[in-house]
């Protein structure tokens, strides 16, 4: 009796021990769903939402680090400068050059260049100059010392350092929740689980993305200053001395048979007029002679008496 009790109490512990661990399996199953779900309201409530996503101690002590890493890191100002310059010059086409040299000089390039010509007295052109911050000031005196007249001078900055360590510290964040979701994944079994960890780490992931490609773009703005310059030149033109006009002996020789080919002109025409009229002429030679003669026989009559 006492060995079929002690059965009894041996079976009746076994199934307790065996209903336990069911119940703290499917506790940490469901734990696991709400992590998964905290993280992706975290993620998409952003930084500076009021409501905070429900991460574990250890999660807030990192993203706590994260941030004071951030503003240990940023302690320079980050600023976008740009000048705009507009210069009257002596030579044109040597001061392109020399700007062009000067860029090259400081660790700049040329990001573009355009020249428009209004006749042959006036040259106008732009340029647009990436230099490097440390050589702004630098080349920005350079410019000015080969104008002859300085037209326009503007000079401004944009201060992006809050903008920058704003960006910083929403990647650290993102970095934050993908390690996490990476950990669920490795760690899921069902699929509906994976399915619904592997779309939240994909828009994270595409956040991260956009974060870091706006954070290169501000460290090339700030990295490279922006020189727009507006070159003019205004010419004195003399006038050209016209060739066709000094060749005396062209003219000399022009004006010579315009004159030969008059006369013969004239000539000719009379020739053709006295042969052409011929019997006219005669007639009236006739008729003059006749009336020549009749005026002296009357005039030697009269004399008479």
């Not at 201060?159 to 650290?172: A, H, I, P, W």
């Not at 315009?258 to 006295?274: A, D, E, H, P």
Request: aromatic share 8%.
């Amino acid at each position: 009796m006492k060995k079929v009790i002690q059965l009894f109490i041996i079976f009746i512990m076994t199934l307790m021990v065996i209903l336990t661990g069911c119940s703290s399996n499917n506790s940490k199953s469901e734990s696991a769903k709400m992590n998964v779900e905290n993280i992706a309201q975290m993620d998409s409530a952003g930084t500076g939402s009021a409501e905070k996503p429900s991460l574990s101690t250890s999660d807030k002590s990192t993203a706590n680090k994260a941030a004071e890493t951030v503003s240990i890191e940023v302690q320079s100002k980050m600023v976008i400068y740009q000048a705009d310059l507009e210069l009257r010059v002596k030579k044109f086409d040597r001061t392109v050059r020399t700007f062009e040299e000067k860029a090259a000089q400081y660790g700049g390039y040329i990001a573009e260049s355009n020249v428009a010509r209004a006749g042959k007295e006036q040259i106008s052109g732009h340029m647009k100059i990436r230099i490097p911050q440390k050589h702004f000031q630098d080349f920005l005196h350079d410019a000015e010392g080969q104008a002859v007249e300085v037209l326009q001078r503007n000079i401004n900055g944009q201060d992006v350092t809050e903008e920058y360590v704003d960006l910083e510290s929403r990647l650290k964040s993102k970095r934050v929740v993908e390690e996490r979701l990476l950990s669920f994944m490795n760690g899921a079994v069902k699929t509906e689980d994976l399915l619904k960890i592997s779309a939240d780490l994909a828009a994270v992931q595409e956040e991260i993305e956009t974060i870091e490609g706006k954070m290169k773009y501000l460290e090339n703005q700030t990295s490279f200053s922006t020189v727009n310059i507006t070159l003019y030149e205004n010419k004195i033109v003399v006038p050209d001395i016209e060739k066709e006009k000094l060749n005396t002996w062209e003219k000399t020789k022009k004006q010579f048979m315009k004159s030969t080919n008059m006369l013969l002109s004239f000539f000719s025409g009379l020739v053709v007029f006295i042969f052409g009229n011929m019997p006219i002429i005669i007639l009236f030679i006739i008729f003059a002679a006749a009336g020549i003669v009749i005026y002296k026989k009357r005039k030697q009559q009269r004399n008479r008496d």
